[in-house]
């Protein structure tokens, strides 16, 4: 089983509406990742979160990591077509900086 | 961010030859990754790539499978051999541990290898 769960699977969204994605670990994180990857190609990093209750925010995607360290979210705000792809949460579950990997989620978004 | 690049972009191999994947970051970095993402899948880590000595392997990676250099601080190469159409994915380059003290983790634009 992945040691971290991704959801949804996927998503479509219509342009201009809001979406959100989850990753929740069993364990307390070191590290929290997000990035995104176009089909077939290499990933971009989005964000990285190391403290209990931090948030950050670029442009119109923003992400949190809950207190306990063991769940993020990111939430994008006014999709755009330039908003799909593969979303990928990566994270430290242990102290060795090797990072796991999500299953990752697809975002279609609609014109 | 650091500017990584990987060459070559994509190859097309016959089964059982053997294809290097060169990695090139424009930073000093003190650790080095290679992750494979199969079709339709995550990434899965393949080895850490250490300056001056063997690599570390994931379980089940080897070295006679996946051999890896790392002369320096900014260079990398991970040979995929006697290759198979099961070794049909994309190979991507990782960095992470900058000299200038940030700690994000970076990945390469990735090699799409086919075997056939």
């Known amino acids: 089983s992945q040691e971290l769960e991704q959801s949804p699977q996927s998503l479509i969204v219509q342009e201009g509406k809001n979406l959100t994605i989850n990753c929740t670990s069993s364990?307390?994180?070191?590290?929290l990742y997000w990035y995104k990857q176009k089909y077939g190609e290499g990933l971009i990093f989005l964000m990285m979160l190391q403290k209990g209750g931090e948030e950050k925010s670029h442009e119109k995607i923003t992400a949190k990591l809950d207190e306990k360290k063991q769940q993020s979210s990111l939430h994008i705000t006014a999709s755009q077509p330039s908003h799909a792809g593969i979303y990928l949460c990566g994270a430290d579950i242990i102290d060795d900086y090797k990072l796991s990997f999500g299953a990752g989620t697809t975002v279609t978004v609609r014109a | 961010s650091a500017v990584i690049s990987q060459k070559p972009s994509r190859d097309i191999c016959q089964r059982g030859t053997s294809l290097t994947i060169q990695c090139q970051v424009d930073s000093q970095v003190t650790m080095m990754f290679w992750y494979r993402q199969q079709p339709g899948q995550s990434l899965t880590l393949i080895a850490t790539a250490n300056q001056g000595s063997e690599a570390t392997y994931e379980s089940g990676f080897v070295i006679d499978k996946f051999p890896i250099s790392r002369p320096n601080l900014t260079f990398s190469t991970l040979t995929v051999s006697n290759m198979s159409p099961e070794d049909s994915s994309i190979y991507l380059c990782?960095?992470?541990?900058?000299?200038?003290?940030?700690?994000?983790?970076?990945f390469g634009p990735g090699t799409r290898l086919t075997v056939l």
């Open positions: 990782s960095v992470r541990g900058f000299l200038e003290g940030y700690n994000e983790q970076f």
């Open positions: 364990k307390t994180l070191y590290g």
